[in-house]
């Protein structure tokens, strides 16, 4: 069964970091391009941050770019997103997906497994 599992979660402070990180069960996910979305209450899902099959290419959302950091390791099966200078409305639920796509990608539509999520609370 193919599982993504996120960590990494938690409450934190306006202005700190955190690290989440995303666990693949299998090693398909290495050809595939990865990324992560957010869910705040009363809100749609949104897309964060993608990056490649090989790491040569990330995009992120305006909202968090220069502020958050994508990266992977595939020999691990690991996808990781630096959060720094976190604001309250950064405050969601952080999900990582895998592509059916090696190119990195904004689109959910192109996402066809998904982790449970791991609830990120910034406070002011």
């Known amino acids: 069964q193919v599982q993504l599992v996120e960590s990494g979660g938690g409450l934190v402070q306006a202005g700190n970091s955190l690290r989440l990180s995303c666990a693949a069960s299998?090693?398909?996910?290495?050809?595939?391009?990865m990324g992560w979305f957010r869910q705040a209450p009363g809100k749609e899902r949104e897309f964060v941050a993608t990056?490649?099959?090989?790491?040569?290419?990330?995009y992120y959302d305006d909202s968090v770019k220069g502020r958050f950091s994508v990266s992977r390791d595939n020999a691990k099966d690991m996808l990781y997103l630096q959060m720094n200078s976190l604001k309250p409305e950064d405050t969601a639920v952080y999900y990582c997906?895998?592509?059916?796509?090696?190119?990195?990608?904004?689109?959910?539509?192109?996402?066809?497994?998904w982790g449970q999520g791991t609830q990120v609370t910034v406070a002011a």
């Open positions: 990056i490649s099959w090989n790491g040569g290419n990330t």
């Open positions: 997906a895998a592509s059916r796509l090696a190119a990195a990608s904004t689109q959910s539509n192109t996402y066809n497994y």
């Open positions: 299998r090693r398909m996910f290495r050809n595939n391009a």
